[in-house]
């Protein structure tokens, strides 16, 4: 997330209970999140009284062309229908030289099992979210290329990260960012959140 802007305004797509925004404002940042979930943006607008939050799809962003300096999006892209129209739209509301990051559930050894893993929990009856399919997409590094290039981005630049999430709580989150350098150089198939990040170039 560091390729995004300080300055401007930032769209955070998939904001969830608004974290990320609450995060980017209380740096400084001027950020809008938006979330197709009527309940998540009531809880995005309770924690942060003074950030911008709207209802609606990343797949048909309810914002006009070239008004973001930045787009983000947090652990959203898997579950997204069309993925090729979020990245489409994205790159509409993003202005010339904006850029976009997104981290979502990437392919790893880890991962590959976990459809198997859901469809036992299904035949054993485990009713718990964790276990429950919804349906997510587990990208690899050539998809994500392949869909970022179609999109019209450039600069495109991939890595792989571990299981550090802003919703963990401290001292949980501090370990977890002292403990992630370590497996994504030496265990790195548990690295399997795919981070890429891209330009809207200037034409
Ligand atoms: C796993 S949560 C991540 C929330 C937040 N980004 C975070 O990191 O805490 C996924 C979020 O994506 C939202 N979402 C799913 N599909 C979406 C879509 N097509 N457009 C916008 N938001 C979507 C869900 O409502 C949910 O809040």
New binding site residues.
């Given amino acids: 997330m560091s390729v995004l802007p300080n300055e401007g305004v930032l769209l955070?797509?998939?904001?969830?209970?608004g974290?990320?925004v609450e995060r980017y404002h209380k740096n400084g940042g001027n950020a809008v999140g938006?979330?197709?979930?009527t309940k998540?943006i009531e809880v995005a607008r309770t924690r942060c009284k003074s950030c911008d939050f709207t209802i609606?799809?990343?797949?048909k962003i309810p914002f006009g062309s070239n008004s973001f300096d930045g787009v983000s999006?947090?652990?959203?892209f898997s579950?997204?229908?069309s993925p090729e129209a979020?990245l489409s739209e994205a790159y509409r509301v993003l202005k010339p030289g904006g850029s976009i990051a997104i981290c979502t559930l990437g392919k790893k050894l880890l991962t590959k099992g976990i459809p198997a893993l859901y469809q036992i929990s299904e035949r054993i009856n485990v009713n718990h979210v964790v276990m429950k399919d919804f349906g997510e997409h587990y990208y690899n590094k050539k998809e994500m290329e392949g869909l970022f290039t179609n999109a019209g981005f450039s600069d495109t630049v991939i890595k792989w990260c571990s299981f550090a999430?802003?919703?963990m709580i401290d001292p949980l989150f501090f370990l977890a960012k002292k403990i992630e350098p370590f497996v994504e150089e030496r265990i790195p198939q548990l690295a399997y959140n795919i981070c890429v990040s891209g330009k809207k170039p200037h034409r």
């Fill in positions: 955070d797509i998939g904001c969830g209970t974290l990320f938006l979330d197709i979930s998540m609606g799809t990343g797949e999006s947090l652990l959203v579950y997204v229908k979020m999430h802003i919703d």
